[in-house]
């Protein structure tokens, strides 16, 4: 990919990009092995690696956090500098057109809403982020992260003039982050369009994407991670699934079939209820299943190790500290039989592996998620011996 960012040295932060893509790919599945090798030793030697699943190499980021900077009159959508200094970046090849085409008229509306850009150095200012999500329809979210509700009456008022400049917005939010603080946003959300979810066409299941739960940023490998497990799943026929850290229900929705009991376990209220939302959608189109599929707002570890029953199967999707010991414990010693194991983070990939000696891993895949970094997504599939 040619980045003309990269090259002029304005941002380092696709830092592979001079390493050829194929390269990249081999290099990550060579670590991902060595890691778990290294880990688990000689159990590493059963394992059957699909070949890696490749992403495009750009305009393949359907979700943009960009910071805001500038001024009002003149502001910049991408990073910052080490001055803390707005660089903007809005031609960025990562981002599909119509996701790129959204940050022109998302500039213009700092301008005309008078939205000041955060000044992080001096610490004043309102706006923050924008953080835009593309669905596969067109659609777009968009939410605005501000350090407060000052500028919300603003915002409302030149609403109108938004959705007639950016025709494809389908949600806008007010995300509100009072702290001076190195995060991407606040707890309180304010949802200023009729429409408060964002529909993600993700083969036959439609997952409800609400302004604060977790999705990939890479649409066409997120697809192809979730046909994987669901294929894995259908090989085990397993008569119960947990989903556990199952965020908007996208591995628990596509494992849904006839005599299956599907459970999705999630911490997040908002994004159980955009689970359930799907659930529902997919049982008034007659899915089998789908009627009996269950979304609980729990944390995954104290829910599984308060359960008298055991299931067949549990996938586990863990942010990147992994599921740790005391999950993997309860998995070790809870006799369940198949375990898929979806992971953004190798290192704690391969320690949680090695917690579980009983759970041996037979299958793995490297999905290209996140190309011209040493980031990648990784899933494996356990049995127990």
Same mark, same amino acid.
């Given at each position: 990919?040619?980045?003309?960012?990269?090259?002029?040295?304005?941002?380092?932060?696709?830092?592979?990009?001079?390493?050829?893509?194929?390269?990249?790919?081999?290099?990550?599945?060579?670590?991902?092995?060595?890691?778990?090798?290294?880990?688990?030793?000689?159990?590493?030697?059963?394992?059957?690696?699909?070949?890696?699943?490749?992403?495009?190499?750009?305009?393949?980021?359907?979700?943009?956090?960009?910071?805001?900077?500038?001024?009002?009159?003149?502001?910049?959508?991408?990073?910052?500098?080490?001055?803390?200094?707005?660089?903007?970046?809005?031609?960025?090849?990562?981002?599909?057109?119509?996701?790129?085409?959204?940050?022109?008229?998302?500039?213009?509306?700092?301008?005309?809403?008078?939205?000041?850009?955060?000044?992080?150095?001096?610490?004043?200012?309102?706006?923050?982020?924008?953080?835009?999500?593309?669905?596969?329809?067109?659609?777009?979210?968009?939410?605005?992260?501000?350090?407060?509700?000052?500028?919300?009456?603003?915002?409302?008022?030149?609403?109108?003039?938004?959705?007639?400049?950016?025709?494809?917005?389908?949600?806008?939010?007010?995300?509100?982050?009072?702290?001076?603080?190195?995060?991407?946003?606040?707890?309180?959300?304010?949802?200023?369009?009729?429409?408060?979810?964002?529909?993600?066409?993700?083969?036959?299941?439609?997952?409800?994407?609400?302004?604060?739960?977790?999705?990939?940023?890479?649409?066409?490998?997120?697809?192809?991670?979730?046909?994987?497990?669901?294929?894995?799943?259908?090989?085990?026929?397993?008569?119960?699934?947990?989903?556990?850290?199952?965020?908007?229900?996208?591995?628990?929705?596509?494992?849904?079939?006839?005599?299956?009991?599907?459970?999705? #376990?999630? /911490? %997040?209220?908002? !994004? *159980?209820?955009? @689970? $359930?939302?799907? =659930?529902?959608?997919?049982?008034?189109?007659?899915?089998?299943?789908?009627?009996?599929?269950?979304?609980?707002?729990?944390?995954?570890?104290?829910?599984?190790?308060?359960?008298?029953?055991?299931?067949?199967?549990?996938?586990?999707?863990?942010?990147?500290?992994?599921?740790?010991?005391?999950?993997?414990?309860?998995?070790?010693?809870?006799?369940?039989?198949?375990? #898929?194991? /979806? %992971?953004?983070? !190798? *290192?704690?990939? @391969? $320690?949680?592996? =090695?917690?579980?000696?009983?759970?041996?891993?037979?299958?793995?895949?490297?999905?290209?998620?996140?190309?011209?970094?040493?980031?990648?997504?990784?899933?494996?599939?356990?049995?127990?011996?």
């Amino acid at each position: 990919m040619q980045c003309a960012y990269y090259d002029s040295d304005t941002c380092r932060s696709c830092t592979l990009i001079p390493v050829p893509h194929a390269t990249q790919v081999e290099r990550k599945q060579a670590g991902l092995e060595g890691l778990i090798r290294d880990a688990i030793g000689g159990r590493a030697d059963g394992i059957d690696w699909q070949p890696a699943l490749l992403s495009a190499e750009q305009g393949f980021r359907t979700k943009a956090k960009m910071v805001v900077g500038g001024t009002m009159d003149e502001p910049t959508i991408g990073i910052l500098d080490a001055r803390g200094r707005g660089v903007d970046l809005r031609d960025c090849p990562l981002y599909p057109e119509p996701l790129a085409a959204s940050f022109p008229v998302l500039a213009r509306f700092v301008h005309v809403a008078r939205l000041e850009p955060y000044d992080v150095p001096a610490r004043r200012g309102e706006l923050k982020h924008v953080i835009v999500t593309l669905a596969p329809n067109g659609e777009l979210m968009a939410r605005l992260v501000m350090r407060s509700t000052e500028a919300l009456a603003r915002i409302r008022k030149h609403l109108p003039w938004l959705l007639e400049e950016l025709p494809g917005l389908a949600v806008l939010t007010v995300n509100v982050l009072p702290e001076h603080k190195a995060v991407l946003e606040g707890e309180r959300e304010i949802v200023l369009t009729e429409r408060g979810s964002l529909a993600m066409e993700m083969g036959d299941v439609v997952l409800h994407l609400r302004p604060q739960s977790f999705f990939q940023t890479n649409t066409a490998i997120a697809r192809g991670l979730y046909a994987q497990v669901a294929g894995w799943v259908d090989d085990a026929a397993p008569a119960t699934v947990w989903d556990l850290y199952c965020g908007v229900g996208g591995f628990a929705l596509h494992c849904i079939a006839p005599g299956r009991a599907v459970v999705g #376990v999630e /911490s %997040s209220e908002q !994004a *159980v209820e955009s @689970a $359930r939302t799907s =659930a529902e959608e997919l049982a008034r189109e007659g899915r089998p299943g789908a009627d009996e599929a269950l979304f609980v707002a729990a944390d995954a570890t104290m829910w599984a190790s308060e359960q008298e029953l055991v299931p067949d199967l549990v996938i586990v999707n863990p942010p990147r500290r992994g599921i740790g010991a005391e999950l993997a414990g309860w998995l070790e010693a809870s006799g369940v039989r198949t375990v #898929v194991y /979806s %992971s953004c983070n !190798a *290192v704690t990939l @391969a $320690r949680d592996l =090695a917690a579980m000696p009983s759970l041996a891993p037979v299958r793995g895949r490297l999905l290209d998620m996140f190309p011209h970094t040493a980031h990648y997504e990784a899933v494996v599939l356990l049995e127990r011996r």
